[in-house]
């Protein structure tokens, strides 16, 4: 076989505008003549790496808000990025500098206490740079398919000195200059304009700069031949917009290679589109999004939450943010949190900035001052350091070490695949003891995703979770489960609980499968094929729960145990309880063993 041709996607260039707002104690509108007379005379702000200084701009959209602006700049690789994001710190921090110079506080966008928050609410903008016409249609597409998700991850909710708001995104959610992306079927003028009328009727707007993802760019930006992403809010941290650079720049390169190729983006449908940008505006990382089942109608509705979709959606860039050589420190803001808080157990990890201001509101009333966040803008380091890797770091280590070597081991890459000289040797290998024509055992997620058909018949549901009890090591839903929406969860649980009398309430941590209440269950398993034990106790006894299930090891029998929950509630009076739940599957007579 010759190699004909090897095509590899580069990485194009991106502006970035870094928006924060200013804040003048006191004065209703001193933060709009502060802003106006800054720009009248901004303060010499350095270049970065391409050579190019920064500029310091406004809008008229936002009279209390300015953006640090890097003009095109290449992110290549992570020493160049290194190098943007502290040329873009320091341009940050000599603007802050020159602020309080003039009498007010440069502040992250979001403060309650300005005399009109949304003044000062901005986004940062990202916009990409696109080589023709094509590129500019799938890159807008593929954008506009993920909205939900980047607005879940970069949502910022209002603060003040009572901490932080509930929710998602507090521009997004008072934006009356910002509309739903609508799908593009080609970036002809023609079309172009037919994309303008329908927001004209639709919206009362007839710009495309007004929609989350503008293929024109924006012309105030002096991005107007690049793609501009609108849809994170202005980040807190230098560190935060350069991760969410990263992830631009790899949608970039996945859309330039889909039109390399002569692919297209599906055309996902308005209605769930806007359905799913309104929950992640409403409620962030903690909304359950709806999954496109167009093709699948008679299936009932199905949700996900946002922090799987965003998770997801880390999977379908990996090939790109390799090439991008991204290292899991530019990637732990973003991914970390979100893959912490989806796989342990306990609670309180921070996902996102929201988190992080919350987080830092709980240990220190009065660690959001205004005095205090603008004194952290004025430093460089600060500004590049990684705030919610080090609180994730506080709030459970041995999770953050864990989440940070399995984000390495993505980003490394598949393992590789073995010489053919070697099939051979490979081929001599003992065959698998598995059975002739016997299915191989379900995975976790296609066990939920057999489970989820409706109206599944009881002998079914059996096969199913006797098929994943097939497969070797710890069985355990917690996880799989904590990845599917909240609803689809409850639903899913109920399918594989048993009957009552089917069911053994346990009073404390077993200390062998000759207990009572073991025993009690592997009969009810042996009988029925399977039973529940289950334990409700104080919070800080699950982990007895689960020390004392592994110490006693495999149950007699051929029974397996799956894990099924494992959490924390709070009960009457503030009281913190826990909920353990494990099934015993029982095999088939004769199978299974």
């Known amino acids: ?106 502040l992250p966008t979001g403060w309650q206490q300005q005399p009109d928050p949304l003044a000062g609410l901005c986004a940062d903008l990202h916009s990409a740079e696109v080589l023709n016409p094509v590129q500019r249609e799938v890159f807008t597409n593929l954008v506009r398919e993920h909205t939900a998700s980047l607005i879940a991850l970069g949502g910022r909710q209002l603060y003040g000195p009572g901490g932080v708001a509930p929710g998602g995104s507090a521009r997004l959610s008072r934006s009356f200059d910002q509309v739903s992306t609508r ?37 105030e930006a002096q991005a107007g031949e690049d793609v501009t992403v609108r849809l994170f809010d202005a980040q807190v941290t230098v560190a935060g917009t350069l991760a969410h650079a990263l992830l631009v720049q790899a949608l970039s390169m996945w859309s330039r290679d889909l039109e390399r190729t002569g692919r297209r983006v599906r055309q996902v449908p308005q209605f769930l589109l806007e359905q799913n940008r309104a929950r992640a505006v409403a409620h962030g990382l903690a909304a359950e999004l709806r999954v496109d089942q167009t093709r699948r109608t008679e299936e009932p509705p199905r949700t996900q939450s946002a922090g799987r979709a965003v998770r997801t959606l880390l999977s379908e860039l990996l090939p790109y943010l390799r090439q991008l050589d991204a290292t899991t420190d530019e990637l732990a803001p973003l991914f970390l949190g979100v893959e912490m808080a989806g796989s342990a157990a306990a609670s309180g990890f921070v996902r996102n900035e929201n988190d992080l201001l919350a987080h830092w509101h709980r240990e220190d009333r009065t660690a959001l001052a205004p005095e205090r966040l603008a004194q952290g803008l004025a430093s460089p380091d600060w500004l590049t350091a990684d705030h919610c890797g080090a609180s ?58 057999r489970l989820a058909r409706p109206d599944l018949p009881a002998p079914e549901v059996m096969d199913a ?34 009957r009552a009398g089917q069911r053994v309430r346990c009073e404390k941590p077993p200390v062998s499968w000759d207990d009572a209440t073991a025993t009690r269950a592997l009969r009810a398993a042996g009988e029925q094929g399977v039973a529940l034990m289950h334990w409700d106790l104080p919070a800080q006894d699950r982990a007895r729960v689960r020390e004392a299930l592994r110490g006693m090891g495999r149950a007699p029998g051929g029974v397996r145990t799956v894990l099924l929950t494992d959490t924390n509630y709070t009960a009457r009076e503030d009281e913190r309880r826990g909920t353990v739940e494990v099934l015993l599957v029982a095999p088939r007579e004769g199978t299974d063993r």
């Not at 009362?204 to 760019?217: A, F, I, N, T, Y």
């Open 1 to 106: 076989m010759t190699l004909v041709a090897l095509y590899r996607s580069a990485p194009l260039r991106q502006r970035i505008s870094k928006g924060y707002s200013v804040y003048v104690p006191g004065h209703g509108r001193g933060a709009e003549e502060l802003v106006g007379s800054l720009l009248a005379g901004p303060p010499p702000l350095p270049a970065g790496p391409s050579g190019q200084p920064h500029t310091v701009r406004g809008s008229a959209r936002a009279r209390a808000a300015l953006w640090v602006d890097t003009g095109r700049v290449s992110l290549h690789d992570p020493a160049t990025r290194a190098r943007t994001a502290e040329a873009l710190a320091v341009s940050v921090a000599r603007v802050a500098a020159d602020v309080r110079r003039r009498g007010g506080l440069l």
């Open 183 to 219: 799908y593009l079927d080609s970036c002809a003028p023609e079309h172009l304009e037919r994309v303008r009328t329908r927001l004209r009727q639709e919206e009362r707007v007839g710009r495309l700069e007004v929609m989350d993802v503008s293929p024109l760019g924006m012309p």
């Open 392 to 449: 994730n770091r506080a709030v459970g280590h041995g999770s953050w070490a864990a989440a940070r070597v399995w984000l390495t081991d993505r980003l490394a890459g598949p393992a590789p695949q073995p010489d053919r000289r070697h099939e051979a040797q490979r081929d001599r290998r003992p065959e698998s003891r598995r059975e002739p024509g016997r299915p191989a055992p379900l995975t976790a997620d296609q066990l939920l995703d």
């Open 465 to 498: 979770l006797r098929s994943y009890c097939r497969a070797g090591g710890t069985l355990d839903l917690t996880r799989p489960l904590r990845s599917r929406g909240r609803d689809e969860a409850r639903a899913l649980r109920r399918v594989l609980r048993p």
